[in-house]
């Protein structure tokens, strides 16, 4: 099992859950918590993951991951704390993230190689973020259930991948990631 993957799939799928099941409050503050918590979370077992339990490169690999997590909670907190639309705020911070981090992973899916079985997983899930970078820019998300349930389907869909990734035996040639 590769821990930092099973750990990324349990942050994801919490903090879908989460905004799946209070549908009744979605408001950009509730939204904006969900991504400090999300995104902390995300960036510390990132962190913290790759270097206690993987090794060499790719250990290195997930850090701008881990960075580009902490960033977007930090804005994302001072964001709600400055309470000045909350909603522009949530949508733009999720649309740089998710473009950000589909760039990122589409790299070390190349990196990797596109038929290798990590370089398939990575391209997936910068699909994933792609796709929901592109449903946050260009569509019009007016209404902050729409955008909130938007970003919660992305979680517990990418909850699921990473779920799968982790849970899939690695070949003795990949590295652990």
């Known amino acids: 099992m590769r821990i930092v993957l099973a750990a990324q799939a349990a942050i994801s799928f919490a903090v879908g859950c989460f905004i799946t099941f209070t549908q009744q409050l979605h408001t950009p503050a509730l939204g904006l918590m969900a991504l400090v918590w999300f995104a902390a979370l995300y960036s510390v077992a990132t962190a913290v993951g790759s270097v206690v339990f993987t ?4 250990a ?12 977007i909670a930090i804005l994302a907190g001072l964001n709600l704390s400055s309470n000045k639309d909350l909603l522009a705020g ?16 589409l790299y070390l899916a190349r990196r990797a190689g596109f038929s290798t079985a990590a370089g ?36 517990v869909l990418s909850a699921v991948h990473l779920a799968i990734t982790a849970a899939t035996p690695v070949s003795p040639a990949e590295p652990k990631s």
């Open 55 to 58: 090794k060499g490169l790719v």
């Open 60 to 71: 290195i690999e997930n850090i701008p991951l881990a960075v580009i997590a902490a960033v």
């Open 90 to 105: 949530f949508v733009s911070l999720v649309t740089i993230w998710s473009l950000l981090t589909a760039a990122f992973e």
């Open 120 to 155: 398939r997983d990575r391209s997936i899930s910068s699909g994933l973020s792609f796709l929901l970078g592109l449903i946050f820019l260009l569509a019009p998300l007016g209404e902050s259930k729409n955008a909130l349930g938007f970003f919660g389907a992305y979680l």
